[in-house]
Nanobody, 130 residues
Framework: QVHVVESGGGSVQAGGSLRLSCTASGLTFPINTMAWFRQAPGKERTFQERTLVGTVSWSGDNTYYVDTVKGRFAISRDNAKNTGYLQMNNLKPEDTAVYYC??????????????????WGQGTQVTVSS
């Protein structure tokens, strides 16, 4: 059984930093891509309303970030531990959201939709106060 477990959420003031971790276990096939999504408060908590923050490929050094976090967030990985990280710096109140880690163990040309991933963590709350 596949498990995707996130940790590291919390509350910080604007300008602060947090690091989220995501560990996947029980996979039959190697991770292809890990992504971070978020869902802001006030948004209907449906699967399709999760918005992409960034991705990291599990081979090579490819990362991708949406414009709103570029230069502030960094995604890295530790292949040996099947763990990825989302380092969030210079946090803003608008970054407040539930953050989800998503993993896929197959190749796919698209990456921005929640439907592009087949394994998900439970979500972790990040709250940024002004």
């Amino acid at each position: 059984q596949v498990h995707v477990v996130e940790s590291g959420g919390g509350s910080v003031q604007a300008g602060g930093s947090l690091r989220l971790s995501c560990t996947a276990s029980g996979l039959t096939f190697p991770i292809n891509t890990m992504a971070w999504f978020r869902q802001a408060p006030g948004k209907e908590r449906t699967f399709q309303e999760r918005t992409l923050v960034g991705t990291v490929s599990w081979s090579g050094d490819n990362t991708y970030y949406v414009d709103t976090v570029k230069g502030r967030f960094a995604i890295s990985r530790d292949n040996a531990k099947n763990t990825g990280y989302l380092q969030m710096n210079n946090l803003k109140p608008e970054d407040t959201a539930v953050y989800y880690c998503a993993v896929r163990d197959y190749q796919r040309n698209t990456y921005a939709s929640p439907f592009d991933y087949n394994h998900w963590g439970q979500g972790t709350q990040v709250t940024v106060s002004s």
